[in-house]
């Protein structure tokens, strides 16, 4: 896959932007359940996370891994099955890298998945910790040592924030196929995410300073190409040409689905979605929750054609 850059953006009750992952087909059929023997079954597995606020690595049981990324990646108040599917995701996308480094797994960023230790969470929930922590771990261990298995491997199992009404192939956005990652329909994310559509508002000099263009007395803009559902591969403005991830990162703006227009003298980026698309939308995983989808049927729909396996059976 080739590298990309990405918008790290603080939220308000809204899911995280992205998380980034390495694809490379060769080296995603030698991943290996270690975990599966029966020496191993019901053990502790343990994932080593690197804590970049903190500045240290701790090794953690993989399970109370699941419950810091549940408390950093979801709104709590989210339906508990949309909470279980994530929970299911977090895992098998953690399971996928231990041991593929030798000091630590993962981050506990948007660049892997947020993770949040009790410390932080109680500081964060307050005289609420006791009652939100509950539902964290009923969700954790209603799946305990579940994980998307696709032919007898670990999922990649991408997730992101909202989508603008259908996921993303991740070839479209990685240049990678996988054959699980494909594009399906997320109708929900409309009716649930407040980040749905958003209108960003720049002075022209401020649109010029950001993507470093000479002059923006007049803006054209030509859309060069785009993915089947809309996102901007690769667009001109004025006689520079930018892929559109590179302009929602210099603009700090939630989607590279956009639309690019003037306004009152003013340049107006409007946006739909928020994240990368490819994967699990988590507001459509909330949207199906609310509309009586199990978890078992929200991980299906998003990640097509897998199974739910468990290491302990």
Request: proline share 1%.
């Amino acid at each position: 896959m080739k590298k990309m850059l990405f918008l790290t953006i603080i939220f308000i009750a809204v899911p995280s932007f992205f998380i980034l992952t390495n694809y490379e087909e060769e080296k995603i059929i030698e991943f290996t359940k270690e975990y599966l023997t029966e020496e191993k079954k019901d053990k502790e597995v343990l994932i080593k996370v690197k804590q970049t606020s903190k500045n240290r690595i701790i090794e953690i049981d993989l399970e109370d891994y699941v419950r810091g990324v549940l408390a950093g990646e979801m709104p709590i108040s989210f339906e508990l099955e949309a909470l279980k599917a994530q929970a299911v995701a977090a895992r098998t996308y953690a399971l996928r890298r231990i041991n593929k480094s030798n000091t630590y797994d993962v981050v506990d960023t948007v660049m892997n998945q947020v993770y949040k230790d009790d410390e932080t969470l109680k500081q964060m929930w307050g005289s609420n910790y006791e009652k939100y922590m509950e539902k964290i771990k009923t969700a954790q261990e209603a799946t305990k040592g579940e994980y998307v298995d696709y032919n007898g491997t670990y999922a990649d199992t991408l997730f992101f924030s909202t989508s603008v009404g259908n996921t993303e192939n991740s070839e479209e956005i990685f240049g990678t196929k996988i054959s699980y990652l494909r594009s399906v329909s997320s109708e929900w994310d409309e009716e649930v995410s407040p980040v749905y559509e958003e209108k960003n508002v720049f002075t022209r000099d401020e649109f010029c300073n950001k993507l470093k263009l000479n002059d923006c007395s007049k803006i054209y803009v030509n859309v060069l190409n785009q993915t089947s559902t809309g996102r901007i591969k690769n667009i001109k403005i004025n006689n520079k040409t930018f892929t559109g991830t590179e302009v929602a990162y210099y603009l700090g703006v939630r989607s590279n689905y956009f639309d690019i227009y003037i306004e009152n003298n003013n340049v107006v980026v409007k946006t739909k979605g928020f994240g990368h698309g490819v994967g699990m939308s988590q507001y459509g995983a909330e949207g199906m929750a609310s509309n009586g989808y199990t978890y078992k049927e929200i991980l299906e729909h998003y990640y097509s054609g897998t199974t739910l396996k468990n290491l302990n059976v």
